[in-house]
């Protein structure tokens, strides 16, 4: 393992400003997108209004997976222009088109009004979210892997899931503020359209941040024969399928107990939507502070061992915690075992990106992690609510609790035959940085320059 980077205080701010520039869009982008799932239980009689409440949720939770579908779409085409053209470039386009799919959302007519051009118009925006945040982590990811120091860069990286977190959180802080001052039929007739407005609002915010950052990948990274090419990436396709198979236990385990979360106490263990909507509040506040911590964690230990911990620990914990959940009355029952579960999933969030990054070189960097993330997750990620809910529909909910384990199964074999990414991967000291340097050897933003071997 490298020791840490020796860096001027200086270039130490300018890390850290970077870090948060590009986790500011991150923040956006996942508020977005999960306010879809946290707000569905109010929206979805407006656009599915036949059936009852678990199919609504089922059809709502069908566009959601839908959206997922997108994702490996989204990280290929952002990869590649992150690769070929900058990882800025690609930042600002991804929080845009969130942002144009957050206002449609908002202003968007239900099944009352154009019939059945609601749902469609519903999955089209779903669709359109779903190819925005399929770059945004890929890149987001990238980018912040190769600002972070080296011998600091699994704290640093944590960000991203600090923020990713964060935008759950916020989801949820709004839809809960929301609920103490709107009534149940205000909420389900314009109040479920409020976090949709605010959520196209930030992103405009996110791009002026964004605009400041300097760019990571050198003028010779970019002009590589390969860089942000399929061709580039299959030549490290060891590095593809380990990220695939760690990424569906790690992506299903923290989407059911993140997104699905609230739900499941709601419609299983029939808890008030309030009271659980509290829960999982601060439950995600927990989770989020988690995040710095075991990053530092695994600078430590090393990312395969912090791998190896998440994976077995999931293995083993998932069905007891799921089966406790079911029957839980006590909100203080209900949050201690999510915090549980959200500390095992954290050994893996901390370092979810950082450890994608350094598994590939800087000409596909963005596309590996990004193409590589996105099929897991869309796979067995965004499929989470969906394969849940047809359980509990054909009445064998306790096997999507083995489904969950099997998966973290698949994580822990991969994990332990992979390498090591911190001793053996492809991050370097230096962040290259380059796009637009003037002859000061400035970049944008004004972070100093620094040129490859």
């Given at each position: 393992m490298s020791g840490k980077q020796q860096l001027s205080p200086a270039e130490y701010r300018k890390r850290i400003f970077a870090i948060l520039g590009?986790?500011?869009?991150?923040?956006?982008?996942?508020?977005?997108?999960?306010?879809?799932?946290?707000?569905?239980?109010?929206?979805?009689?407006?656009?599915?209004?036949?059936g009852d409440p678990t199919s609504q949720l089922l059809n709502t939770a069908g566009v959601f997976a839908a959206g997922f579908l997108m994702r490996p779409i989204g990280g290929w085409l952002f990869g590649r222009i992150a690769d070929k053209h900058g990882r800025k470039t690609s930042m600002l386009i991804s929080v845009l088109m969130m942002c144009g799919g957050s206002l449609a959302l908002a202003v968007m007519p239900t099944y009352a009004v154009i019939g059945a051009w609601a749902p469609a118009l519903l999955l089209l925006a779903r669709l359109l979210q779903g190819l925005s945040v399929g770059g945004e982590y890929g890149t987001s990811a990238t980018y912040m892997s190769e600002v972070a120091p080296n011998g600091r860069r699994g704290f640093f990286a944590s960000f991203q899931y600090v923020t990713l977190i964060g935008g759950q959180l916020l989801a949820v802080l709004v839809l809960f503020g929301m609920q103490q001052w709107l009534s149940k039929e205000e909420l389900m007739d314009w109040g479920w359209r409020v976090p949709f407005a605010l959520g196209a609002m930030g992103a405009l915010v996110a791009m002026y941040l964004r605009s400041s950052l300097a760019e990571t990948a050198s003028s010779d990274v970019r002009k590589k024969k390969d860089a942000g090419t399929l061709k580039g990436l299959l030549q490290h396709k060891r590095a593809f399928i380990n990220v695939v198979g760690f990424t569906a236990g790690g992506s299903l385990m923290f989407y059911t107990f993140t997104t699905y979360m609230q739900k499941y106490l709601?419609?299983?263990?029939?808890?008030?939507?309030?009271?659980?909507?509290?829960?999982?509040?601060?439950?995600?506040?927990?989770?989020?502070?988690?995040?710095?911590?075991?990053?530092?964690?695994?600078?430590?230990?090393?990312?395969?061992?912090?791998?190896?911990?998440?994976?077995?620990?999931?293995?083993?914990?998932?069905?007891?915690?799921?089966?406790?959940?079911?029957?839980?009355?006590?909100?203080?029952?209900?949050?201690?075992?999510?915090?549980?579960?959200?500390?095992?999933?954290?050994?893996?969030?901390?370092?979810?990106?950082?450890?994608?990054?350094?598994?590939?070189?800087?000409?596909?960097?963005?596309l590996g992690v990004g193409l590589s993330y996105a099929v897991g997750n869309a796979i067995f990620g965004g499929s989470a609510e969906f394969v849940a809910l047809s359980l509990k529909s054909a009445g064998v909910e306790s096997m999507f609790y083995w489904y969950v384990s099997a998966m973290c199964l698949v994580a822990l074999i991969v994990s332990v035959r992979m390498p090591d990414p911190q001793r053996d991967g492809h991050l370097h000291d230096d962040v290259h940085v380059d796009d637009g340097a003037d002859d000061t050897g400035r970049g944008a933003g004004g972070t100093k320059v620094h040129k490859p071997a």
């Open positions: 590009a986790s500011s869009g991150n923040l956006v982008e996942w508020f977005d997108f999960y306010v879809y799932s946290f707000c569905a239980i109010y929206f979805a009689p407006a656009f599915f209004p036949k709601v419609n299983t263990a029939g808890m008030d939507p309030k009271l659980a909507s509290g829960v999982m509040t601060g439950a995600l506040f927990v989770y989020m502070i988690l995040q710095p911590v075991f990053g530092a964690i695994s600078d430590k230990i090393g990312r395969r061992n912090s791998m190896l911990c998440f994976a077995f620990l999931g293995m083993v914990c998932t069905f007891p915690i799921l089966h406790l959940l079911k029957d839980v009355s006590s909100p203080y029952v209900a949050f201690g075992l999510a915090v549980l579960a959200l500390t095992i999933i954290s050994f893996y969030t901390s370092i979810g990106g950082l450890i994608k990054a350094e598994m590939f070189p800087a000409e596909v960097r963005a």
